[in-house]
Nanobody, 125 residues
Framework: QVQLVESGGGLVQAGGSLRLSCAAS????????MGWFRQAPGKEREFVGG????????YYADSVKGRFTISRDNAKNTVYLQMNRLKPEDTAVYYC??????????????????WGQGTQVTVSS
């Protein structure tokens, strides 16, 4: 079956960096656009950014643009989220998600077919 497994979360001070990874199995990874989402306590899950199947297109939420970078390695079935200049408001559970690549990067959660279990990111002030 399809599995998406996030890793790399943790506790970091404001201004620091973290790199999240999401390892996929059970699907043809190179056929899927991948998205990163996050959910803070008491808030809805929100789009962070996404990457096309080839890595040639990326799209970011305004709140993270210029600080976060998404990349992927299709040979390793892995997508990454590099997070720099972290802020306390970036604290959330971060999820990766896969969507059969239709040529677009979707921002809505209901457009994605598969989800990981999430990894906690906590940014202290």
């Amino acid at each position: 079956q399809v599995q998406l497994v996030e890793s790399g979360g943790g506790l970091v001070q404001a201004g620091g960096s973290l790199r999240l990874s999401c390892a996929a199995s059970g699907l043809t990874f190179s056929s899927y656009a991948m998205g990163w989402f996050r959910q803070a306590p008491g808030k809805e899950r929100e789009f962070v950014g996404g990457i096309s199947w080839s890595g040639g297109k990326t799209y970011y939420a305004d709140s993270v643009k210029g600080r976060f970078t998404i990349s992927r390695d299709n040979a390793k079935n892995t997508v990454y989220l590099q997070m720099n200049r972290l802020k306390p408001e970036d604290t959330a559970v971060y999820y990766c998600a896969g969507d059969w690549d239709h040529g677009l990067i979707y921002v809505r959660t209901d457009e994605y077919d598969y989800w990981g279990q999430g990894t906690q990111v906590t940014v202290s002030s």
